[in-house]
């Protein structure tokens, strides 16, 4: 039961442009969402995460949308560096149900290209 | 602060040995957590510690694998009798609550199992 999922394994873009990332969840109780970076030889890198109460949250060149209804989330990234590639996960919890325990889908391959 | 740590690396084993991985969070945090990874998927949990105490397990933690965290310090992972399936990277994080975002869990590099 993949409750997170990334329905796009990877994803190319040029330098300078948007690099939109998307992750939906099946799961009500989630609660909480975040975005990891993972380079390769190195653990998961925390983003930036939203709360379910809020629809969008910036930090930078990155935001990260909510969409409740649609049970959907996206990253932006603007503009996007060559330095952005990497593999890209968005995680979830649901603090009622399972405490800490974050939840996460398969990941995006980020390429960005000079 | 250097981060979270884990060791070995990497670890190559034959079917059937016990294995153990260590893990040391970042000083002051009181949640570790482990999970697993194998290739194309993202990290599953497996795990997690408040202090020395075990409060959640995975379904995935079978009776081969044990953790623990005597001192509310450091964790060590323990598989017994392994097997071909437990070939995986196995992540340790940590994280303090009050601390930077809610539920913001602080990965280490991973130790990478290849059971032959």
């Known amino acids: 039961d993949q409750q997170v999922k990334q329905n796009s394994p990877s994803l190319s873009v040029q330098e300078g442009r948007i690099s939109i990332l998307n992750c939906d969840y099946t799961?009500?109780?989630?609660?909480?969402f975040l975005w990891y970076k993972k380079y390769p030889a190195e653990g998961p890198t925390f983003l930036i995460s939203?709360?379910?109460?809020?629809d969008k949250n910036e930090d930078g060149r990155f935001t990260v949308f909510l969409n409740k209804s649609a049970k959907h989330l996206s990253l932006h990234i603007v503009p996007s560096q060559p330095g952005d590639s990497a593999v890209y996960f968005c995680?979830?919890?649901?603090?009622?149900?399972?405490?800490?325990?974050?939840?996460f889908g398969e990941g995006t391959q980020l390429t960005v290209n000079p | 602060d250097t981060g979270v740590s884990q060791d070995p690396r990497h670890k190559i084993t034959k079917r059937g040995q016990n294995v153990t991985f260590r893990c040391d969070p970042i000083?002051?945090?009181?949640?570790l957590y482990w999970y697993r990874q194998t290739l194309g998927q993202g990290p599953e949990f497996l795990t997690y510690?408040?202090?020395?105490?075990?409060?959640?397990k995975s379904r995935l933690l079978s009776d081969r694998f044990s953790a623990e965290r005597p001192k509310g310090s450091f964790s060590t992972l323990e598989i017994q009798r392994t097997e071909q399936g437990d070939s995986a990277m196995y992540l340790c994080?940590?994280?303090?609550?009050?601390?930077?975002?809610?539920?913001?869990?602080?990965f280490g590099p991973g130790t990478r199992l290849t059971v032959t």
């Open positions: 000083s002051e945090h009181n949640r």
């Open positions: 510690f408040q202090n020395e105490a075990q409060l959640e």
């Open positions: 994080a940590s994280s303090r609550p009050g601390q930077g975002a809610p539920y913001e869990q602080y």
């Open positions: 799961n009500s109780m989630f609660d909480y």
């Open positions: 995680a979830a919890s649901a603090r009622e149900t399972s405490g800490s325990r974050l939840t």
């Open positions: 939203i709360s379910s109460i809020k």
